[in-house]
C-alpha cells in the first residue's frame, strides 16, 4: 500500500475523531493563523488537506469562499456536516491531492494547510502546486510539527539530525500514514526553492497526553508498549526535545509546531 493509500485508510477510519480532536479543532495556532495573515472580505481560500474542516471554517467568517479540499472522502463527509452545523455557506469541499491540485493557476488569494504536511510524500510538489494557484502576492500558511535539524555541519548537527530521526520514527510507529516532518531549515530552504520566500515563522510547543495520542490512531497494546519504551527511553537530544513527564499512571510530553507564512514572489 503505498503512502497516500495509507493515508486514506487511516484518516477514513478516524474521520470522526478528528472532528471532535482539541488539538485539530481548537489549538491555539488556528487563532494565531488569522492574526498573521489578516484575511480581507473579498478572498477566494483554499484550505489543503483540511480533515474535518477546522482551519477552513475559522477563515470562513472573514472571506468571501474557502474551498476545504483532501484527499480521503470520508474527512470531507464531516467537513460537510460540520459547515452546515456551522451555517457556513461560503464553504465548499473538493476531493484533491495536495501534490496535484484541480484548479486553475492564480485563482486563490491564501493557501493553508495546517497540521499535515507530514504525511505528503513530496513537500516540493506540495509547495509548487500552492504556489502555482496562488495569486501573485498571495499568501500560503502552513501549520506543521517540526523536528530538531539544522543547517550546518559537525558533531552537534549530527545530534539534532539523529534526534529528527527518532522523533520521526517515533512518529510513524504510531501513524503508518506519517511520511516525515520537517526542520526549520528544511522548511525554509523548500519555501525558497518553491519561489515563495518565508515572510513569518514561528514555533510552539503544545502538551500532548501520550495515551489519548497513541489511542486515537487505534494503536494495538504491543505497539503501545514500544512507543511508552521510546519515548521514556529516548536518546538525551530527544528527551530535551519531547519533554515526557510522569504523574502516576499518566504520562504527558510535548511536540512542536510551526506556522509558516511565505508570500508567492511572482510577476503578475
Known amino acids: 500500500m503505498g503512502l497516500k493509500q495509507q493515508v486514506q485508510a487511516q484518516f477514513g477510519a478516524n474521520a470522526a475523531a478528528y472532528a471532535t480532536s482539541a488539538v485539530h479543532a481548537k489549538g491555539a495556532s488556528l487563532g494565531r493563523l488569522v ?3 489578516r484575511p480581507l472580505p473579498h478572498w477566494q481560500v483554499l484550505d489543503i488537506a483540511t480533515g474535518a474542516g477546522h482551519t477552513a471554517f475559522t477563515f470562513a467568517p472573514h472571506v468571501a469562499q474557502v474551498v476545504a479540499a483532501d484527499l480521503t472522502a470520508e474527512m470531507l463527509g464531516q467537513t460537510r456536516q460540520l459547515a452546515a452545523a456551522k ?11 495536495a501534490e496535484e491540485l484541480p484548479f486553475a493557476g492564480a485563482r486563490f488569494d491564501l493557501v493553508t494547510c495546517r497540521i499535515a504536511p507530514h504525511h505528503f510524500p513530496d513537500i516540493g510538489r ?11 502576492g498571495g499568501l500560503l500558511a502552513v501549520v506543521d510539527n517540526v523536528v530538531p535539524g539544522s543547517r550546518l ?20 510507529l504510531r501513524d503508518p500514514s506519517h511520511n516525515r516532518c520537517l526542520s526549520l531549515d528544511e522548511w525554509a530552504a523548500a519555501f525558497a526553492t518553491a519561489n515563495c520566500p518565508l515572510q513569518h515563522q514561528e514555533t510552539a510547543q503544545k502538551a500532548m497526553d501520550f495515551d489519548w495520542w497513541a489511542t486515537r490512531m487505534q494503536t494495538t497494546p504491543e505497539t503501545t508498549t514500544r512507543l511508552r519504551a521510546m519515548l521514556m527511553q529516548a536518546p538525551a537530544p530527544v528527551l530535551a526535545f519531547l519533554t515526557p513527564q510522569v504523574s502516576g499512571d499518566r504520562i504527558t510530553f510535548h511536540l512542536m509546531e510551526a506556522i509558516l507564512i511565505g508570500s508567492v514572489n511572482r510577476n503578475p
Open 35 to 37: 492574526e498573521l495573515v
Open 87 to 97: 451555517e457556513l455557506a461560503n464553504v465548499t469541499v473538493c476531493l484533491a491531492d
Open 126 to 136: 506540495f509547495l509548487s502546486e500552492s504556489v502555482r494557484v496562488l495569486r501573485p
Open 153 to 172: 555541519r559537525g558533531k552537534k548537527a549530527d545530534l539534532l539530525h539523529a534526534a529528527g530521526q527518532y522523533v520521526n520514527a517515533f512518529e510513524k
